[in-house]
């Protein structure tokens, strides 16, 4: 069964860069028809997509964040990492990263195969 881990930072100061990194085990990237994705949730807010990385190194960013956003793998370690630049107090929020089959990309719905979760704080 695979599972993902979330790590990084918890506090980030305004302007600087988010990064954040998930480790998969039981499961690997290189040869998977998932889509490794990041996504958030802030309080009162519900689930933003906010971009993946695929087996062939091709990455979707979500419109608001594409022009900050980067992801990034690591098939040698089975790691994926996210990096949110210019980050503000919005950018204030509990990051996950998840394997996704293609047709459940957006959903509103939590995906099952997910970490646990980082709560990340954007504050001077």
């Known amino acids: 069964q695979v599972q993902l881990q979330e790590s990084g930072p918890g506090l980030v100061k305004p302007s600087q860069t988010l990064s954040l990194t998930c480790t998969v085990s039981g499961g690997s990237m290189a040869t998977s028809t998932y889509l490794w994705s990041w996504l958030r949730q802030s309080p009162g807010k519900g689930l933003e997509w906010i971009g993946y990385?695929?087996?062939?190194?091709?990455?979707y960013y979500g419109p608001s964040l594409k022009s900050r956003t980067s992801i990034s793998r690591d098939t040698s370690n089975n790691e994926f990492t996210l990096q949110l630049r210019s980050v503000t107090p919005e950018d204030t929020a509990v990051y996950y990263c998840?394997?996704?089959?293609?047709?459940?990309?957006?959903?509103?719905?939590?995906?099952?195969?997910r970490g646990q979760g980082t709560q990340v704080t954007v504050s001077s």
């Open positions: 990385i695929d087996s062939g190194d091709s990455t």
């Open positions: 998840a394997r996704v089959r293609p047709i459940n990309y957006g959903s509103e719905r939590p995906p099952v195969d």
